[in-house]
Every structure is written in structure tokens, then in C-alpha cells.
């Protein structure tokens, strides 16, 4: 069965903590397609500080160093804001056929019960949760901890069927957040940033989050 991987986020800026991730996924579970979905008009956040053209671009130069990863516009083509039900929605009637995975962090879990039709996900796709410092499975609430519970499966699980499960990743944490590096980058501090380089050339050249 195809496998294609939806990896959804404001991505503002795409950071290693991104990159790592999925990496770290490509080996636990064969992918054929990583498709990275920067959202337009996050509904749960406040809203982005590079615009939506600045933040696919800075996307597709991460996607350019790795086969089988493509930015992946969709969202940002839509009028309003991301739901990712709608967004797996759409995809699953352009790929009846595949096993479609949505990747989120754990911080993303543990708030999922306020996203839209946040219990149809698993009806359209497995949800893959990475890892994340500072946001422990151990604090789901009881809404959550059941959603889990009834839905938990292994890696090997996601090629098998094509929707459905919840996946705990199994793979190490990477301590890097958008905010933090925001910060540093409105300080103008560029060094020891973990940002793809072709990445941070396009922060210098666009002159982003500097005056923050
Ligand atoms: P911000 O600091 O602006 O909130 P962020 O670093 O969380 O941003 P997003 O683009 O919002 O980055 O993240 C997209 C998805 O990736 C979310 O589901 C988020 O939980 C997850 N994610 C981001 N960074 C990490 C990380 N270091 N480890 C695990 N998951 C992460």
C-alpha cells in the first residue's frame, strides 16, 4: 500500500525540530510521500509572523534536500483558516486507495480535542504523534486518554490499513521550537540557529523576524 505523510504546521520558520522529526520517522515507517503543509490561518494560534509566501518558501527549501518531501500548498490556496479535517478530507477522496498518516507533536495532542472535527481525523488518517520536551503523555486528559486508548497501535500497524490508528512515535526528542528561534532572530543572533542554511540565507535575504 502507498503511504503518504501529511506534516501540517505554521512552520514559522520550518526548523530542525521539523526536519528531525521526520527523518527520524522515514526510519521506523516507509513513507512514499512526505507532503509539508503550511497552514493559512492557524485557528488555534495566534496568527503567523512571516507571511504565507515567505513561510512555503522557506518549506520548499527544506523539501529541495530531501527526496520524497514536497511543500505542499493546499492549505494556503483555501479562503479562510486550516482545519486539518478539511484538509484530510480532500485528500482522502484524491487518494482513496493510500495509507494516510498526519503527523502532530505531542503539545498538538494534548489540546486535539479543540480542533474541528478533531474525532474525524482518525476516520480519514492515522495520527502519528512525535515526542516533544516539555509535554508528557501523562497529562492527557481523560477525553484525550480514551481517544488514545481506543485508537493506539504500532508502527507497523500504519501500512497496513489506511486510517485509523494513533501512533506514539518511537523516536528521540528534539528540543526546538519557532518561538525560541523568533526570538533569537528578533535579537539578530544568527549563530548556532537550528535552521537549514539554505533556510537562514532566506531570513537574512527577506530580513524576517528581525523587528519583532
Ligand atoms: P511555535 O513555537 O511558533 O508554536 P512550533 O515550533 O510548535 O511553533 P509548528 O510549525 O507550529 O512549530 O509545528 C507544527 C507541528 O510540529 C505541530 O504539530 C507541533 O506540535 C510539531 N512540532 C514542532 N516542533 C516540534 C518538536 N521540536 N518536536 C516535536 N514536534 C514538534
Same mark, same amino acid.
Given at each position: ?24 520517522? $522515514? ?9 509539508? =503543509? ?18 512555503? %518558501? ?25 482545519? $486539518? ?14 495509507? =494516510? ?20 481525523? $482518525?476516520? =480519514? ?16 486528559? %481523560? ?14 500497524? =500504519? ?9 506514539? %512515535? ?9 518561538? %525560541? ?32
Amino acid at each position: 500500500m502507498v503511504v503518504r505523510g501529511f506534516f501540517g504546521g505554521t512552520f514559522d520558520p520550518i526548523h530542525d525540530g521539523h526536519t528531525q522529526a521526520l527523518t527520524a520517522l $522515514t526510519q521506523c515507517i516507509a513513507v512514499d510521500q512526505w507532503h509539508l =503543509l503550511p497552514a493559512a490561518v492557524p485557528p488555534h494560534r495566534a496568527q503567523p509572523a512571516a507571511s504565507a509566501q515567505h513561510r512555503l %518558501a522557506m518549506v520548499d527549501i527544506v523539501c529541495q534536500q530531501h527526496a520524497g518531501w514536497i511543500a505542499d500548498d493546499w492549505e494556503l490556496q483555501q479562503q479562510g483558516p486550516s482545519y $486539518t479535517a478539511n484538509t484530510l478530507q480532500q485528500r482522502r477522496q484524491q487518494f482513496p486507495q493510500d495509507a =494516510l498518516l498526519f503527523v502532530i507533536g505531542m503539545d498538538s495532542l494534548l489540546s486535539l480535542d479543540s480542533w474541528y472535527n478533531w474525532q474525524q481525523l $482518525t476516520e =480519514l488518517a492515522h495520527l502519528v504523534v512525535l515526542p516533544r520536551p516539555g509535554y508528557s503523555i501523562r497529562t492527557m486528559s %481523560a477525553t484525550i486518554e480514551a481517544f488514545v486508548t481506543a485508537h493506539r497501535c504500532q508502527a507497523n500497524d =500504519l501500512q497496513r490499513s489506511r486510517h485509523g490508528g494513533v501512533w506514539l %512515535a518511537d523516536i528521540p526528542q528534539f528540543d526546538v521550537s519557532a518561538t %525560541a528561534i523568533r526570538k533569537q532572530l528578533a535579537q539578530r543572533q544568527f549563530a548556532n540557529l537550528p535552521l537549514q542554511a539554505g533556510v537562514i540565507d532566506y531570513i537574512r535575504q527577506q530580513q524576517l523576524y528581525q523587528n519583532l
